[in-house]
């Protein structure tokens, strides 16, 4: 449960504050489902967020 609302709140600031489309993150999603993983990672993996944008969710998640 507690993993649901952390990936919910993620999903938020994702889509918010860094503008990833909702198509993006639905993909990714589908991927985590084959090969588990932290969705961040697999947005960067597959080219959806920057290495800017993943150093903003490090620092999302540290907070």
């Known amino acids: 449960m507690e993993s649901n609302r952390s990936n919910t709140q993620l999903i938020n600031f994702l889509q918010k504050e860094l503008a990833i489309s909702a198509n993006s993150i639905a993909m990714a999603l589908r991927h985590c ?3 588990p993983g932290p969705l961040h990672m697999i947005l960067w993996q597959y080219g959806l967020v ?14």
């Open 33 to 35: 489902e084959q090969d």
């Open 50 to 63: 920057s290495l800017e944008q993943l150093e903003q969710i490090f620092d999302w998640l540290e907070g």
